[in-house]
């Protein structure tokens, strides 16, 4: 098959089958939660694309949930390719889902603190929408890390379950990609990029 120049004759690129990693990394969380720590390379780099780099390149190009969307609505035509409301990409929206989402995000770290220092104790269960508790206790072989690293994985694992759902959903309804719009990480590189724009 003829190359061209950074793609194949189908015009396909590599960074079209990163849609791959959020599939791989839920499927690794499902049968071992210690798995979900990878989601904190969702976390750090497009923060580091950010700062090092100054563009929201991650996101544009790099994000595999993003490829998902784009997979998933696009290529296979589960989006219903509405322009979603005005108010999903207003600034107070993101800005306030942003906080919100750190808010959550620091209640997960401050349940591990409590874990890790023996006031609280371990719960094998996986929290969607932040609220609907499922046990999840199938997937962590006890005695394998310590009880703070487990309570950190299923903490982490239901952030970034509610999160693709919640992109799921908006996918269905509107654009595929509409999640990107109003994703807490964008908005926060988008932030850090003004500020070095500055």
């Known amino acids: 098959m003829k190359k061209q120049k950074g793609n194949y004759k189908t015009g396909r690129h590599w960074q079209d089958y990163l849609w791959l990693w959020p ?7 499902f049968f071992n939660i210690l ?8 976390f750090l780099v497009p923060l580091i694309f950010a700062i090092a780099r100054g563009n929201k390149n991650f996101c544009s190009t790099y994000c595999g949930r993003g490829r998902l969307f784009t997979f998933l609505g696009k290529d296979r035509g589960f989006s219903a390719g509405r322009l979603a409301p005005a108010w999903l ?3 107070w929206f993101r800005y306030g889902f942003m906080v919100f989402f750190l808010f959550m995000f620091g209640s997960l770290l401050f349940q591990t603190y409590l874990v890790a220092s023996g006031a609280g104790t371990l719960e ?6 932040w609220s609907v508790r499922i046990p999840w206790d ?9 009880d ?3 309570q950190f994985s299923f903490g982490f694992y239901s952030l970034m379950l509610t999160s693709a ?9 509107y654009k595929p990609r509409t999640w990107c719009t109003f994703c807490p990480m964008g908005t926060m590189t988008q932030g850090i990029c003004q500020l070095k724009a500055r």
């Open 89 to 91: 990409h207003a600034r």
């Open 165 to 173: 759902l919640i992109g799921l959903f908006v996918m269905s309804l």
């Open 124 to 129: 094998e269960i996986v929290r969607l929408l």
């Open 23 to 29: 599939v791989i990394y839920f499927s690794l969380g």
């Open 148 to 150: 703070w690293a487990v």
């Open 138 to 146: 199938w997937s962590y072989p006890a005695g394998v890390a310590p």
């Open 35 to 42: 798995f979900a720590w990878l989601g904190m390379i969702d």
